[in-house]
T-cell receptor, first 111, second 117 residues
Framework: QKEVEQDPGPLSVPEGAIVSLNCTYS??????FMWYRQYSRKGPELLMYTYSSGNKEDGRFTAQVDKSSKYISLFIRDSQPSDSATYLCAMTTYNTDKLIFGTGTRLQVFP | GAVVSQHPSRVICKSGTSVKIECRSL??????MFWYRQFPKQSLMLMAT?????????EQGVEKDKFLINHASLTLSTLTVTSAHPEDSSFYIC?????????????FGQGTRLTVV
């Protein structure tokens, strides 16, 4: 079993839709959770960074962490075609900077 | 946010030759740099972690004699793929963190597409 599981998609939604991206993990030592956006042939770009259970909002993005269920989500409101990319979740334990990534979910937002 | 520059963005080389990829932190001192490899439609796989002035720590299964990492300064790390073969063709990405505290943000380079022919 992988430490971090993420549905690879692809996920195709119309412009304006609310998108829900999810990851599950098995290691209860993970304490820090990140979401990255990666456009084709580019490096990942950090979107959200959180370390506590609950919701964190930044513009159209909301990151949700449920440590009891070992489940994290990223919600994108009012999705735009420019949001079309691969979204990677990543997480790390308290005592290291080593990130463990999900496989990424490819999102396509069509006009 | 902080900027990490990776160069070159794309390189094609002949089998048996060596290729050097540079990763620079442009506006901060990167105490730790990470090198990842990404296969198509797969996640980033950590290859090695390097701290300035010390030897890199390689992940299990990564050949340290094949993937040479040098982190000679706080703003520059290099990955050299020695005696490259077609199976080394991949997307290589570096990331850097700053400061002494753990769990700081990781900033990524733009990635290097290596094709070995």
């Amino acid at each position: 079993q992988k430490e971090v599981e993420q549905d690879p998609g692809p996920l195709s939604v119309p412009e304006g839709a609310i998108v829900s991206l999810n990851c599950t993990y098995s290691n209860s030592a993970f304490q820090y959770f990140m979401w990255y956006r990666q456009y084709s042939r580019k490096g990942p770009e950090l979107l959200m960074y959180t370390y506590s259970s609950g919701n964190k909002e930044d513009g159209r993005f909301t990151a949700q962490v449920d440590k009891s269920s070992k489940y994290i989500s990223l919600f994108i409101r009012d999705s735009q075609p420019s949001d079309s990319a691969t979204y990677l979740c990543a997480m790390t334990t308290y005592n290291t900077d080593k990130l463990i990534f999900g496989t990424g979910t490819r999102l396509q937002v069509f006009p | 946010g902080a900027v990490v520059s990776q160069h070159p963005s794309r390189v094609i080389c002949k089998s048996g030759t060596s290729v050097k990829i540079e990763c620079r932190s442009l506006d901060f001192q990167a105490t730790t740099m990470f090198w990842y490899r990404q296969f198509p439609k797969q996640s980033l796989m950590l290859m090695a972690t390097s701290n300035e002035g010390s030897k890199a720590t390689y992940e299990q299964g990564v050949e340290k004699d094949k993937f040479l990492i040098n982190h000679a300064s706080l703003t520059l790390s290099t990955l050299t793929v020695t005696s490259a073969h077609p199976e080394d063709s991949s997307f290589y990405i570096c990331s850097a963190t700053q400061g002494d505290s753990l769990n700081t943000e990781a900033f990524f380079g733009q990635g290097t597409r290596l094709t070995v022919v």
